[in-house]
């Protein structure tokens, strides 16, 4: 009898991945490529459903050509990827148009008649609130800008809810990804009264039955399998919210514990018990965990490693990382006076603006570019450390992962900011070692959550002098960002 084999897929906002691995961890082929996003207007992110259908199936062709055996002996597959978003098919299951991503902020002038309602029947029934990029207000700028689309609206998906659908045909979506997106995350019920008061109460039929993430959705149909050469009827999980994923693919397994993934996003989490869950913060969100009975209290600021990129782009073009590090350790911490705000993209943790923009403060003809690209790197710590003030205290051990955590530099500005020890593991693609954990449960493999992943993990312990200087600044950061609060506003007017 052939050792059973499991097929982890991670749909990224940049990237689609997927790997076969086996029960014992070990990563036997992991197969990558690009998922184009389009902004054909500021604050617009937009995906081809249909082409990363497509590349996911070029995905599973690579896997079969580059590991037969292993993929002969596939046993259960499952899929996380992005949350929020709208991801909206019609009755015949076809695409409504392109997928509106979780960081498309075009519905942030849209006003909502009964928000301060919708926001109280959300704290009183433990719901998530509803911000820009969320399926809600997605779907409420659809019906007022695109009638027709809106129309043709049978169902409302998020992306691995698609990927599922094409997988198998079955129109579900899973706890992880439910909790975000008005339902009581205690019930496990949606809300339907949140549509009513925005005026959408056809939203509830579009919903889809809503599962935990190792419920077992189906098996690969037929049309699936000639297309990604899968075997007809392979199980496939509902799945997880790759944030979800990752936290149980790091070893987030112990209420205390807490993560943060640097990569496009910044999600910070800590997992706590029910008891733990305070809808009356609003702060951040309470979302469904894959581990049964635990949630995670999520602070997920919109710039995380992507505001490096964008400087470095700007700053040091062509420029490797090694060379950009030696240039920041001449930098001491404080970028010698540069102060630096990430919100490139808005922001909606641990405060709601999506007029909020970036910027450099404190610029003389004295500062280097080193400067201003030190002081980027310390306002996505100083970022972190604002949401970690927001969530409940990490008792246990703070894990890092994303692409940002690659960097050893940055990694121990994360610790020196915390002034916590923080662990990055050695596997990288905890997205789909966290996925495969909940595959294995799901067919029945296992019932321990645990995962098994390549590699130990490293740790990084904060500087004491650097901590004391970084929350010395912390406050200045802060009061800046409440300053230029009015100016973002006349920004976004025009003014």
């Not at 991503?101 to 008649?113: E, H």
């Not at 790197?377 to 100083?382: D, P």
């Not at 029945?444 to 992943?453: A, I, L, S």
């Amino acid at each position: 009898m052939k050792k059973p084999v499991f097929l982890g897929v991670d749909a990224g906002t940049t990237k689609i991945k997927a790997a076969l691995v086996d029960a014992a961890g070990e990563t036997l082929s992991l197969v990558s490529r690009d998922a184009q996003v389009f902004k054909p207007q500021e604050g617009w992110c937009e995906m081809d459903m249909a082409d990363l259908w497509v590349q996911l199936c070029r995905i599973t062709a690579q896997l079969k050509e580059e590991a037969p055996e292993a993929f002969e002996a596939v046993a259960g597959i499952g899929i996380t990827a992005q949350g929020d978003g709208l991801w909206a098919i019609d009755q015949a299951g076809e695409p409504v148009g392109r997928a509106m991503l979780w960081n498309d902020t075009r519905a942030k002038d849209l006003v909502l008649p009964h928000k301060a309602e919708i926001d109280r029947y959300l704290v009183e029934h433990h719901g998530t609130p509803v911000v820009v990029g969320s399926m809600p207000t997605s779907l409420a700028w659809t019906k007022a800008n695109r009638p027709e689309d809106y129309r043709r609206i049978a169902t409302v998906f998020h992306c691995k809810d698609w990927l599922n659908f094409k997988l198998t045909g079955i129109r579900a979506t899973d706890y992880t990804d439910g909790s975000n997106e008005a339902m009581d995350v205690f019930t496990k019920e949606y809300l339907p009264q949140v549509f009513d008061l925005m005026g959408l109460p056809e939203v509830s039929a579009m919903r889809t039955p809503a599962y935990p993430s190792t419920h077992v959705l189906g098996g690969v149909s037929g049309e699936a399998a000639k297309a990604t050469g899968l075997k007809e009827g392979t199980p496939v999980i509902v799945g997880a919210m790759d944030v979800t994923a990752v936290s149980l693919g790091v070893g987030v397994t112990r209420p205390g514990d807490g993560c943060s993934i640097v990569g496009t996003t910044l999600s910070n989490q800590v997992l706590i018990p029910q008891e733990q869950v305070d809808h009356r913060d609003t702060t951040g969100s309470s979302l469904c965990s894959i581990l049964p009975g635990c949630f995670i209290r999520q602070m997920a600021a919109l710039s995380g490693s992507s505001t490096i990129d964008w400087a470095r782009s700007i700053l040091v073009p062509g420029m490797d990382f090694a060379q950009i590090e030696e240039g920041l350790r001449q930098v001491p911490v404080g970028s010698n006076g540069v102060l630096y705000h990430p919100y490139i993209y808005g922001e909606r943790t641990p405060f709601r603006n999506p007029d909020a923009c970036g910027g450099f403060y404190g610029l003389t003809a004295r500062h280097t570019r080193f400067d201003l690209l030190r002081g980027v790197y310390e306002g996505l710590i100083l970022s972190m450390m604002d949401c970690y003030r927001h969530l409940p205290d990490t008792d246990g051990k703070v894990f890092l992962s994303g692409g940002g955590s690659q960097s050893d530099m940055l990694c121990q500005m994360i610790a020196d900011g915390l002034g916590k020890e923080v662990s990055r593991p050695a596997a990288r693609e905890l997205g789909i070692y966290g996925i495969v954990s909940a595959v294995k449960v799901g067919i029945g493999y296992t019932d321990d959550y645990r995962p098994v992943m390549e590699g130990g993990y490293q740790a990084f312990r904060p500087n004491e002098e650097n901590h004391r200087k970084m929350e010395a600044l912390y406050p200045t950061f802060v009061e800046l960002r409440e300053s230029m609060t009015p100016y973002w506003a006349k920004r976004a007017r025009g003014l």
